[in-house]
């Protein structure tokens, strides 16, 4: 089975900080990783997909990594801001197409 | 449509009723989802339709939810002699087959007193 773990749980910035969220996974035979945000009481917002074959994936100031040796994804965003202040999903995609999620790092980015 | 497009936005239902929540997904996507997101909890899978393949229905946590997709489109979770405990949002994702990034709808909140 699948575990996905996100560290730390809550995570509070000044304006301009750079972010790094963290995903860790258990099985390495994943097939793609994909990171979410989610605002308070909206749906999941697709930030990046990184499939397995790739290191590392770059939208704007997003960019997220994948290691799958060492089980982990990483999630950078460069420059906070106020509007990046939400909870960020990682999810593992099994080889059945299935998506395991954490439980999500809430960032609250201060002005 | 533009996105994946779920209805109602908001239900309180009274237990011991039936419920039935729409899900529209984007056009051409023939992967569906439900997943379940209780207030403070994760992500909580409970079905995938891939498209005429047989639904993978592991996550449906008792007999009393169902759900199917008409067509390859619009999928229907139907939720019967609801219980407090399904108070939650279920929410509805699309792709364009397994394995491609997955897009997610609003979410039906669903309240059961």
Redesign the interface.
């Known amino acids: 089975k699948q575990e996905v773990t996100q560290i730390p749980a809550a995570l509070s910035v000044p304006e301009g900080e750079n972010l790094v969220l963290n995903c860790s996974f258990t099985d390495s035979a994943i097939y793609n990783l994909q990171w979410f945000r989610q605002d308070p009481g909206k749906g999941l917002t697709s930030l990046l997909l990184i499939q397995s074959s790739q290191r590392e994936q770059t939208s704007g100031r997003l960019n997220a990594s994948l290691d799958k040796s060492s089980g982990r994804s990483t999630l950078y965003i460069a420059a906070s801001q106020p509007g990046d202040s939400a909870t960020y999903l990682c999810a593992a995609f099994r080889n059945d197409y299935k998506l395991s999620f954490g439980a999500g790092t809430t960032v609250t980015v201060r002005a | 449509g533009a996105g994946?497009s779920q209805s109602p936005s908001n239900k309180v239902t009274e237990k011991g009723k039936d419920v039935e929540l729409r899900c529209d997904p984007i056009s051409g996507h023939t992967?569906l989802?439900w997943?379940r997101q209780s207030l403070g909890?994760?992500?909580e899978?409970l079905i995938?339709f891939?498209g005429n393949s047989a639904p993978?229905k592991s996550?449906l946590p008792s007999d009393r939810f169902s759900a199917e997709r008409t067509g390859g489109s619009v999928s229907t979770l139907t939720i019967q002699r609801t219980q407090q405990e399904d108070s939650a949002v279920y929410?509805c994702?699309s792709s364009l087959t397994?394995?491609?990034?997955?897009?997610?709808?609003?979410?039906s909140w669903l309240t059961v007193v």
């Open positions: 994946v992967a989802y997943y909890q994760g992500l899978f995938y891939q993978d996550g929410l994702a397994g394995g491609n990034p997955i897009y997610f709808g609003e979410g």
